[in-house]
């Protein structure tokens, strides 16, 4: 019985180390067994050194996440592939009889690989070029959401709803793919909004703009515009464009400003309007009638109800307009001239106790308070001057002549204030050159200060020699033109 048993043991262990011949060469079942094993082994070796790599050590290194996948996913192929080619040669088969069979099969099979092979060459491609990154915020084939993996095959895509679309590598090299966040997630989007045809243009750009600058997600820098695209039916037509810091939360950001504007044009009583349609009644003059002969029988006069618009805005505080105009440099502007000062301008948020600027700072803005207020005062000595509210405006002439602030600011509450920095003015007069002459003319009738101040850049080496004189008007015209290119 043992002697049988052995043999049936040494039967088949012959039987699975018996060559079987394949062309000229041979190959046993064991070794294919034994191959299976260490392909099985390579594989998860590789993978187990792109986990690795993507999640340890490249995170270590500080490198991106984009760049953390593609590294990972490409030095993971390449140790694979060279391991099955060292497993190849070890276990005894030979690579030139495998080039032989695959060259063989490749004739039957090779176009039904066509599309693998396009999708390998599209993910080694993509993942090479680096142009779709993990972690891209992309729009394709009209959807939109985040890379999640880019593999040799396909990518993977989480959309917006929390669903995830494998899409192959060729539909994303061959197709236009629109990828927001390629160098930011900083994008422009457009809110528009209408408005009736009786509405101060001005106050509309003013409204808009105050409440982009309202919205955190929306960027200072390039800063909101208002554009009047058209006059339509029943409005005019305008189109708030803003710069935000994150594209893939536009749907969010939209509801926020389409909120915060409905909110600011409610407060203004700007009205939006609605389609509107002439209705002809045939039998007008016989209600017209009815509707005397019942004024006639009451007896008295219908109530008057005073219009909640007109009461509203007897108490309506100055707009950013007329605080402009307060403004001796701005009273000559006209409306349109006014809203593209107001457009070039921003609006910055204070908290209380927080400094503005320390004296010796350079005058590089110009501040109007919209609301709260603000303490002037001498740091170096803590001596009070004074206190600004809403409506005051302040640092304008170390703005017009670069030099260095004189006193320090701080806000007493919170505080809102419209900037205008220096490179805004600086357009405004190229604009407006006759600007420049009123401002010369306005500040000379203050010849003590300023004989002040041209000595205090003397004095700390600002002035320079070739617009340095003694006169006044000639000195503040040459300062002029040397800082804003006149």
Not at 138 to 162: A, C, H, N, P, Q
Request: glycine share 6%; aromatic share 10%; charged share 20%.
């Amino acid at each position: 019985m043992n002697e049988a048993l052995k043999r049936i043991v040494a039967q088949s262990l012959s039987w699975f180390t018996a060559p079987i011949p394949l062309g000229n060469y041979s190959v046993s079942i064991s070794a294919i067994l034994q191959l299976i094993i260490w392909v099985f082994i390579v594989l998860f070796l590789s993978r187990a050194l792109k986990k690795f790599l993507k999640y340890r050590l490249l995170v270590k290194l500080g490198i991106d996440e984009g760049n953390r996948e593609a590294m990972a996913t490409i030095i993971s192929y390449s140790s694979s592939m060279l391991g099955l080619i060292i497993v190849l040669q070890s276990t005894g088969f030979n690579l030139g009889s495998l080039l032989v069979i695959a060259g063989g099969l490749g004739v039957g099979i090779g176009f039904g690989l066509q599309e693998v092979t396009r999708n390998f060459i599209s993910g080694l491609t993509l993942l090479i070029e680096r142009k779709l990154k993990v972690g891209d915020f992309i729009e394709f084939d009209g959807m939109s959401g985040y890379v999640k993996e880019v593999s040799l095959r396909s990518t993977l895509i989480r959309t917006r709803d929390g669903g995830d679309v494998v899409v192959p590598n060729s539909k994303l090299v061959e197709n236009k793919v629109l990828n927001w966040s390629y160098d930011s997630y900083h994008a422009r989007i457009q809110i528009p909004v209408g408005v009736a045809y009786n509405s101060d243009t001005v106050l509309v750009t003013e409204t808009l703009l105050n409440a982009a600058y309202m919205e955190p997600a929306v960027l200072h820098d390039p800063p909101p515009k208002v554009m009047f695209k058209n006059f339509g039916d029943n409005a005019l037509n305008f189109e708030l464009w803003v710069w935000v810091n994150r594209i893939d939360r536009e749907p969010f950001i939209r509801s926020s400003l389409n909120f915060i504007i409905e909110y600011n044009l409610r407060q203004n009583h700007i009205t939006v309007p609605f389609p509107q349609r002439d209705l002809w009644i045939r039998n007008g003059e016989e209600l017209n009638l009815l509707g005397r002969r019942k004024f006639q029988q009451n007896g008295h006069s219908p109530e008057i109800i005073p219009d909640p618009v007109a009461v509203a805005t007897s108490n309506k505080p100055l707009s950013l307009k007329d605080l402009l105009r307060q403004v001796t440099y701005f009273q000559n502007f006209t409306d349109l001239e006014l809203r593209q000062l107001i457009e070039i301008g921003h609006r910055k948020r204070l908290y209380p106790s927080q400094m503005l600027f320390h004296e010796g700072d350079p005058g590089d803005a110009f501040y109007i308070v919209l609301s709260g207020s603000v303490e002037v005062f001498v740091e170096k000595i803590n001596k009070h001057l004074t206190n600004l509210g809403a409506g005051k405006f302040f640092g304008e002439l170390s703005l017009m002549l670069g030099i260095p602030r004189t006193a320090s600011v701080r806000a007493l509450e919170e505080t809102i204030l419209f900037t205008i920095h220096h490179n805004a003015f600086q357009s405004i007069l190229q604009e407006h050159p006759e600007l420049a002459e009123e401002i010369v003319q306005e500040l000379c009738k203050h010849q003590e200060e300023l004989a002040q101040r041209q000595q205090q850049l003397r004095t700390m080496g600002l002035l320079n020699a070739t617009e340095d004189d003694k006169n006044p008007v000639v000195w503040v015209r040459k300062r002029l033109q040397n800082l804003f290119g006149l």
